[in-house]
């Protein structure tokens, strides 16, 4: 059994960068990874460097870097420095994502009147920061590989079906989905088969960006949290912990055949009917 385990799922000698790696799901999968085996090169805007000593104290081979992910050539330079320290890069992880307040309908702000400044900013943060941008800048060292690589970007539910109040941030996942297909294909075709692009989708995780969503100012559920729990068959939130064992699969040469899917993490909800 752990000749098999070793074989086919541990990461020992992959290196992952794991951007948004000081955000709640990317410090979790970033500690999964690094669990497995993996060198852990993450990312952040502030608090990189606390990240990085936590998976240290777990006895986790890492370092943090510094990154508006925003800024293509921040972007170039923290990867520069990436495979100054650790040479090469088999993994990607894009953990940058969520949705703002601002870009939310409700009864004070209609759809109508979203400003247009929010609504960039999360589509941007959510495509260009949580897919396309770092894609190009990492993966173009990853093409370069002649063992197994894996980009794994962060989709979610609203992919699947577009969920109310939230129009920027769902049309920037089906993008991210949209573009992980895409970027599997163009890999594959044009530079290396070796190379896999897949997402995961998470469910209903309790992050800072969508907590006001689904909990009012007692942290007991909102109409909306109630509605979700009711949709979810499994009948809870997602734990970032969830999120691992998909991580860890994608990131292995146990998925080595697969390339250009979306996977939901979601407790049953997208195959739920509501009957």
């Known amino acids: ?32 990874l690094g669990k497995a ?19 240290i104290s777990e006895g986790i081979e890492a370092k943090g870097y510094q990154l508006d992910i925003l800024k293509k050539e921040e972007i170039f330079k ?12 088999s993994i ?8 703002i ?35 190009q ?31 920027g941030y769902s049309a920037a996942k089906a993008a991210v989905s949209n573009f992980t297909q895409w970027l599997a294909v163009h890999l594959a075709q044009q530079y290396n088969k070796n190379i896999r692009v897949n997402a995961i989708a998470p469910g209903f995780f309790l992050t800072q960006q969508n907590r006001y969503l689904l909990l009012d100012e007692k942290e007991n559920l909102t109409q909306r949290g109630h509605t979700i729990i009711n949709h979810t068959p499994m009948g809870r939130f ?8 998909i991580c860890i699969f994608l990131a292995s040469d146990s998925s080595k055949f697969i390339t250009g899917t979306v996977i939901p993490i979601d407790g049953g909800f997208n195959a739920f009917s509501g009957v």
């Open 1 to 32: 059994m752990d000749n098999f385990l070793e074989t086919n799922f541990s990461l020992k000698g992959k290196t992952a960068v794991i951007t948004g790696g000081t955000g709640i799901l990317g410090s979790v999968i970033a500690k999964g």
């Open 37 to 55: 085996g993996a060198k852990i090169a993450l990312t952040g805007r502030k608090n990189y460097e606390e990240s990085a000593k936590n998976l």
């Open 78 to 89: 923290c990867s520069e420095k990436i495979i100054s320290d650790f040479e090469n890069i």
């Open 92 to 99: 990607l992880v894009n953990c940058i994502g969520g949705n």
């Open 101 to 135: 307040e601002e870009a939310t309908t409700s009864s004070e702000l209609s759809f109508f009147d979203l400003p247009l400044n929010s609504l960039e900013k999360v589509i941007s943060l959510n495509i260009f920061g949580g897919a396309i941008l770092p894609s």
């Open 137 to 167: 800048v990492f993966g173009k060292y990853m093409v370069k590989n002649k063992e197994e690589s894996s980009i794994i970007n962060i989709s979610s539910m609203n992919a699947f079906r577009p969920l109310t109040r939230i129009p």
């Open 238 to 245: 997602g734990e970032p912990e969830d999120l691992i064992g």
